[in-house]
């Protein structure tokens, strides 16, 4: 029975009906007087000097300024890691794409017409586009000062020559994904603006506003004080965010123009504007005893980053610390490395290199099985993470462990629906497992911190200050819930202040799945504080000599053994006023994890990690290659849910992301060009492609988290592509190795087979 009063209730969105009547405001429904349009002129060429005329455009009419590189105010650099961007490229270009000038005018029409007039001569340098031909010693260099391998993981345990030589059966194999993009619905869009009093206002939907500023202030030159960032409603964002796009371009514009600016990206530029995925390419080797238990793996893991390094080292850490799976390996070593190219630059998305690496260890587990005469449920219920288990860093799992239970639901659910093969039907049945792991947060010893503030207001209610974007996720309706179980209030009694970041402090990023751990302890420490100062202030207004016996109740205090005396909150607030003071509590979390040894990975890189199993039905047209998913069974770790619909709507909306993964998305990245930079190109899941998404919420509270509560945004895509690429080995015995698996890839893996097996 759920002892809780709004934790575990479905209390419905808070932006749901201004989303739903069309009435919540993205940065391109704003408008101000006096307002101007910047538009941005990209770099054609991969990899090549340049140099640029801009007086032709500068005298178009309706022209007001064009930007370039002498007209940023500071650094002319930013980046999440390295600063390692240009605001506007300088001397060369190291991808298409490059930003080169931002050319502000009267209308959007005019700036665009106005940029074709600006001549850019290039002299072409030699370009990389492969990720191997770059660590090259004799390879171009994208970055003079710095090498083209930017970071190289490594994890070492055991004796990985002695695991493979005591292994019964090894099994080794390479695998691909390519770039994949984030598709946010909402197109970048910003707007730019200057107070009376000259605080610089940039509007731009965002993951983290207050790195925003920081940026933005280190690039014009202004404290971040007089800067103020607005996030106003995100579209999506899944990591696409994090990167800076058009917030610098549009500050300076404003600074010299004293004027409102904005602008707003089409389809195609967005599709430049932001980072990809990266594209990992995985060789994977595994080996197990005559029981299936797994004595040793090795794994070489080489990701694009593109240009730019934007989060690559963070991104090729967490690929290289998750490929070995959820599962006890006494011998491992693990090489990962982050590459620079002259392809678009890859960053954050959802899962973080750990949506990658399950393409490779979960097949490989299918793999072993088939060839141990194992069922695939059986092999990995041998080796899976438990209690106590030692992960590859050495990391010790204390508890919240749960995925035996996420796999028992599965196979309990699916084995209710009945599923008989045809084999004499050019269509073939098949149905795939895969169970995963992720870990929490920024990790290896980052200084993860959250603040929240919580504050009486006048009226009795309270405003909740916290830096918790909201991107989609829902943090905007469960952080006012987290409050209001501590406090005894209902949720709509909570004003949450998180749009301005004048008005609340950094609590970090909302990416890394980050916000509901790291954050929601935040929240609930500084609601506690919160409840002890009311407490105090109640103690002297009854004029009692104690805060113990004391209980809240709909915003009244009360004492238990005398209800008589009473004080609610609104007349706590009056009397605070009367002494011209604010009640107000301010905590801060951290979450903790340590370093890992350089040379062995020895550490304990994040916590708490978090797990699931899925199950999934395809169908497999073997005339035309092209894969249907028919149903999905998912089984989700949440610690404990704060809100199930919110997860169950995680649930399906990262089964259907990685549905697009998996079968559809490809940029195809051409020699630093995006081909599939338009919607009509790049495909991506349809309502008629979505299969029946049943989905399971597995509870077991962790103790480090609020109420026991895991993050789930990024961990609920991680299992799908590996699950939907077993299921198609099942229903066609073919087994595909590089992802998406479009029709013409399916169909060439079919007929190859077919090939191979006549000349056997």
Same mark, same amino acid.
């Given at each position: ?30 408008y101000m007087e006096d307002m101007v349009f910047g538009y941005t002129l990209r770099s054609t060429k991969a990899h090549a000097k340049f140099k640029m005329d801009i007086s032709e455009a500068e005298k178009y009419e309706g022209v007001l300024t064009i930007l370039v590189a002498k007209d940023v105010l500071s650094h002319n650099s930013h980046g999440v890691v390295f600063k390692d961007h240009e605001v506007f490229c300088s001397k060369k270009v190291r991808r298409i794409g490059d930003p080169l000038a931002f050319i502000v005018a009267s209308t959007d029409e005019i700036a665009r017409e106005a940029a074709k007039y600006i001549k850019v001569e290039y002299e072409e340098l030699p370009a990389v586009f492969d990720p191997y031909e770059a660590m090259k010693k004799d390879a171009p260099r994208v970055h003079d000062d710095k090498d083209n391998l930017i970071y190289h993981y490594k994890c ?56 925003? @500023?920081?940026? &933005? ?15 106003? &409603? ?12 058009? #917030? ?39 080996? *197990? ?25 963070? *991104? ?17 070593? &693990? ?59 050495? #990391? ?23 599923? *008989? ?92 799945? @980050? ?79 340590? #370093? ?39 089984? #989700? ?124």
């Amino acid at each position: 029975m759920n002892k809780f009063k709004t934790i575990g209730k479905s209390v419905v969105r808070r932006d749901a009906k201004d989303k739903l009547r069309g009435r919540a405001l993205y940065p391109q429904d704003i408008y101000m007087e006096d307002m101007v349009f910047g538009y941005t002129l990209r770099s054609t060429k991969a990899h090549a000097k340049f140099k640029m005329d801009i007086s032709e455009a500068e005298k178009y009419e309706g022209v007001l300024t064009i930007l370039v590189a002498k007209d940023v105010l500071s650094h002319n650099s930013h980046g999440v890691v390295f600063k390692d961007h240009e605001v506007f490229c300088s001397k060369k270009v190291r991808r298409i794409g490059d930003p080169l000038a931002f050319i502000v005018a009267s209308t959007d029409e005019i700036a665009r017409e106005a940029a074709k007039y600006i001549k850019v001569e290039y002299e072409e340098l030699p370009a990389v586009f492969d990720p191997y031909e770059a660590m090259k010693k004799d390879a171009p260099r994208v970055h003079d000062d710095k090498d083209n391998l930017i970071y190289h993981y490594k994890c070492n345990r055991g004796d990985i020559k002695k695991g493979f030589e005591e292994s019964f059966i090894v099994v080794e194999n390479e695998y691909k994904t390519n770039f994949a993009d984030h598709v946010f619905l909402q197109v970048e869009s910003g707007l730019s603006y200057l107070e009376e009093d000259g605080t610089l206002v940039v509007i731009a939907s965002s993951q983290y506003p207050h790195f925003d @500023r920081l940026e &933005v202030s280190d690039a014009i030159g202004i404290e971040e004080e007089k800067i103020k960032i607005i996030n106003p &409603v995100v579209g999506g964002a899944f990591g696409g965010r994090e990167d800076i796009t058009l #917030q610098i371009h549009l500050a300076l514009a404003t600074l010299k123009l004293k004027r409102p600016v904005k602008a707003t990206f089409t389809r195609e530029e967005s599709f430049y504007a932001h980072s990809k995925r990266h594209p990992i390419t995985m060789k994977v080797k595994s080996g *197990v005893d005559k029981n299936g238990k797994l004595l040793a793996f090795e794994a070489e893991i080489v990701g694009d980053t593109g240009a730019y390094a934007s989060w690559a080292i963070n *991104v090729m850490r967490k690929a290289g610390i998750h490929v070995t799976g959820p599962y006890f390996i006494p011998n491992v070593k &693990v090489d990962s490395y982050a590459v620079y190219t002259n392809n678009p630059f890859s960053g954050a998305m959802r899962g973080f290199g750990a949506t990658q690496v399950p393409v490779a260890y979960e097949q490989q587990m299918d793999i072993l099985a088939e060839k141990l005469g194992l069922s695939p449920e059986e092999i990995r219920r041998r080796n899976m993470y438990r209690n106590e288990s030692i992960t590859a860093n050495g #990391q010790v799992l204390v508890e919240s462990v749960p995925l035996d239970e996420c796999l028992d639901k599965v196979e309990e659910e699916m084995s209710k629906k009945e599923f *008989v093969k045809d084999e004499n039907s050019s269509i073939k049945k098949g149905r795939g497992l895969a169970i995963s792991w992720y870990g929490t947060g920024y990790g290896n010893g980052f200084p993860d911190v959250s603040v929240a503030t919580v504050e009486l207001r006048d009226d009795g209610n309270i405003n909740l200050r916290v830096g918790a974007a909201e991107v989609g996720q829902g943090a905007r309706t469960i952080m006012p819930q987290l409050c209001a179980e501590v406090v005894g209030v209902n949720p709509l009694n909570v004003n949450m202040i998180s749009f301005d970041t004048s008005t609340f402090e950094d609590s970090g990023t909302a990416a890394a799945t @980050r916000q509901t751990y790291n954050t929601g302890n935040a929240v609930k420490l500084a609601s506690e504080s919160f409840v002890k100062r009311i407490f105090e202030v109640a103690r002297d207004i009854l004029g009692l000599n104690s805060t113990v016996g004391f209980f809240i109740e709909e915003g009244v205090v009360s004492l238990k053994m005398l209800p008589s005396k009473k004080v609610s909150f609104k007349e706590i607030a009056e009397y605070m006023n009367e002494k011209n003071e604010i009640l107000s509590a301010r905590e801060t979390f951290t979450a903790q994890t340590c #370093q890992m040894n350089p040379e062995t990975g020895e550490g304990a890189p994040y916590w708490p990690y978090t797990f699931n199993a899925f199950t999934t039905e395809v169908e497999v047209d073997t005339s035309t290659g092209r894969v249907e998913v028919k149903e999905a069974w998912c089984a #989700q770790d949440v610690g404990r849910a704060i809100n199930p619909k919110l997860c169950e709507g995680q649930i399906e909306g990262g089964y259907v992301m990685g549905l697009g993964y998996t079968l559809y998305e490809d940029l195809n990245v051409k020699k630093g060009a995006i081909k599939n930079n338009k919607f009509a190109k790049y495909i991506i899941p349809t309502s008629m492609d979505i299969p029946k998404i049943n989905s399971y919420l597995i509870e077991d509270p962790e103790n480090t988290a609020p109420y026991g509560a895991k993050g789930i945004g990024e961990p609920v895509m991680v299992p799908v592509a590996p699950a939907i690429l077993n299921a198609i080995y099942d229903a066609i015995g073919v087994r595909i190795y590089i992802i998406p698996a479009t029709p013409d890839i399916v169909l060439k893996a079919i007929k190859d087979a077919e090939k191979n097996n006549n000349n056997n």
